[in-house]
């Protein structure tokens, strides 16, 4: 990373939603493509200093409220580039493209349509997915699991992850078919198990011991959001080979459902996702008071069956 250039940029939230965007300019490097605002930072500036001072240049706004989104390390063939983006949901001023760049305010599903620098995919899929992931408790009664699902909806959550270990596969099926209806478009899910690409609409996740047996062109196939389950470095690199668009990392803290399990700590996890450009939920005993924790490691946010049920 030290040889990387140190880019600092911005995805710009409005309060309707949308998100900025600038088109670079046809001399620039990447020139044509659209971009997230921003630019390198200077030799012993500090980060947030950086990137107020790059969309002041670029946009003629001062930022009000910024923490850190994700971190992507990419390599050019000419050089590579440390992606520091952050998240401003509040500035002054109007923005508008103070060096002639055109600018343009999109919904976060529709960023899907322009064409960015290579290094942007995971900055897309961050900017659209949730600070939040639910993983559902096991429940023996579907009816108790929608009243939940209703309040979590509530309470601002919109991915869920469908866990139900205790079911066998066709008692699961039939379950994820009825949530489908009931919370249609509500809900982005993502199901578990081997059949879970076939449903429209819905992603998979996966869990670590399927990262060796699931192929690449098998993922693509889904058309929801596809993750995975990691614990450890090895596993996040067979994630990232595979293409998943985002992952958990557990266990962060110790936990009631791993009681076994060696948790991570938020120093570890921090220094596995500074090497891993895609969002990452922080999973293991967190709960929603803790994401700012969360996003200061460099995770996407956090997951979690307990801590964000009810
Ligand atoms: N600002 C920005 N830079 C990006 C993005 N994606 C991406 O690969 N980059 C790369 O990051 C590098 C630095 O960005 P920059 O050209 O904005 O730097 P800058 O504002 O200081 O520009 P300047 O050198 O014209 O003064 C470029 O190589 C650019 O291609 C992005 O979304 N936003
Ligand atoms: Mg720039």
């Excluded at 600092?8 to 990447?30: E, F, K, N, P």
């Excluded at 900055?123 to 579907?142: F, G, H």
């Excluded at 990452?280 to 008071?289: C, D, E, F, S």
Aim: charged share 20%; aromatic share 8%.
């Amino acid at each position: 990373m030290s040889e990387a250039l140190h880019v600092m940029a911005a995805v710009i939230r409005g309060s309707d939603g949308r998100i900025l965007i600038a088109r670079r300019g046809s001399h620039q490097d990447q020139g044509g493509l659209w971009e997230f605002p921003g630019g390198k930072l200077e030799p012993g500036e500090a980060r947030l200093d950086g990137l107020r001072r790059e969309l002041h240049e670029e946009l003629g706004i001062d930022v009000q409220a910024a923490r850190p989104l994700i971190g992507v390390l990419h390599h050019y063939p000419k050089r590579s580039v440390w992606l520091d983006v952050w998240l401003v949901s509040s500035f002054s001023g109007e923005a508008h493209g103070a060096e002639g760049q055109p600018l343009r305010w999109v919904e976060p599903a529709a960023l899907d349509a322009y064409a960015f620098p290579e290094a942007n995919r995971p900055i897309v899929t961050a900017a659209q997915l949730p600070e939040r992931y639910l993983i559902t408790p096991e429940l023996d009664d579907l009816g108790r699991l929608c009243d939940g699902l209703e309040q979590a909806l509530t309470g601002g959550i919109r991915l869920v992850q469908l866990r139900q270990n205790q079911l066998d596969a066709p008692a699961y099926a039939a379950w994820a078919e009825q949530l489908l209806a009931r919370f249609d478009g509500r809900i982005d899910w993502l199901f578990k198990g081997s059949h879970a690409p076939h449903w429209p609409g819905a992603g998979w996740h996966l869990r670590a011991s399927q990262l060796g047996e699931v192929s690449r062109e098998e993922l693509a196939r889904c058309s929801g959001w596809t993750a995975a389950s990691c614990h450890n470095a090895n596993e996040l690199q067979q994630a990232l080979a595979l293409g998943v668009d985002f992952v958990t990392l557990s266990p962060l803290l110790p936990t009631a459902s791993h009681p076994q399990a060696t948790p991570l700590g938020w120093e570890q996890a921090a220094a596995l996702l500074r090497d891993f450009p895609k969002p990452a939920y922080l999973l293991g005993g967190l709960t929603t008071p803790q994401l700012p924790e969360a996003w200061q490691h460099g995770a996407q946010g956090i997951a979690g069956i307990r801590g964000l049920w009810r």
